[in-house]
T-cell receptor
Framework: EPEVTQTPSHQVTQMGQEVILRCVPI?????FYWYRQILGQKVEFLVS????????KSEIFDDQFSVERPDGSNFTLKIRSTKLEDSAMYFC?????????FGPGTRLTVT | LAKTTQPISMDSYEGQEVNITCSHN???????ITWYQQFPSQGPRFIIQ???TKVTNEVASLFIPADRKSSTLSLPRVSLSDTAVYYC????????????FGSGTRLQVQP
């Protein structure tokens, strides 16, 4: 069964550093998403991407965040200047029709 | 997405049927009801989606009464591996738009 993959599984960074989280969505999917989940809290939507542009974004997705689909397979989330409160699990998802397929997540720890 | 209310937690034993009810009094005409499952440290996983009456797949059944103001996810003969958080979501085009997760129902299956 096709699946969404994410790298790295765990990223540790210092406050103020830039990080790039990588995702490979399912190959024939057209819609891509990033969500995050702070430990013990709800899964929160960040951004959705369709046809090479952002289609929706939440209030969390401010100027320090950006997304890119640099080639036909990867989908990345960049956090320019990380803060302590950015520590969370970041999930990538992709979809074609009714359901969104989530990746295993990247645990980001900002120290 | 319509607001949903579901129990915070439920306990069950292996082999029992588990029914998790979700209230969505403000569901709109075009809204669908979707359930996701999340295991610890993993991304959510789509379980089932329905609009009215009953939907069944290899994992679960979804019962939706005529007024659609609530729905019940039924898990037949649960096992320890069904221990997870279950989320009820209500909305349109949930396969192509941002998902808004609530706190979900934490199901604990005991041996």
């Amino acid at each position: 069964e096709p699946e969404v993959t994410q790298t790295p599984s765990h990223q540790v960074t210092q406050m103020g550093q830039e990080v790039i989280l990588r995702c490979v969505p399912i190959s024939n999917h057209l819609y891509f998403y990033w969500y995050r989940q702070i430990l013990g809290q709800k899964v929160e939507f960040l951004v959705s991407f369709y046809n090479n542009e952002i289609s929706e974004k939440s209030e969390i997705f401010d100027d320090q965040f950006s997304v890119e689909r640099p080639d036909g397979s990867n989908f990345t989330l960049k956090i320019r200047s990380t803060k302590l409160e950015d520590s969370a699990m970041y999930f990538c998802a992709s979809s074609q029709e009714d359901e969104q397929y989530f990746g295993p997540g990247t645990r980001l720890t900002v120290t | 997405l319509a607001k949903t209310t579901q129990p915070i937690s439920m306990d069950s034993y292996e082999g029992q049927e588990v029914n998790i009810t979700c209230s969505h009094n403000n569901i709109a005409t075009n809204d669908y009801i979707t359930w996701y499952q999340q295991f610890p440290s993993q991304g959510p996983r789509f379980i089932i989606q329905g609009y009215k009456t009953k939907v069944t797949n290899e994992v679960a059944s979804l019962f939706i009464p005529a007024d659609r103001k609530s729905s019940t996810l039924s898990l037949p003969r649960v096992s320890l591996s069904d221990t997870a958080v279950y989320y009820c979501l209500v909305g349109v085009d949930t396969g192509r738009r941002a998902l808004t997760f609530g706190s979900g129902t934490r199901l604990q299956v005991q041996p």
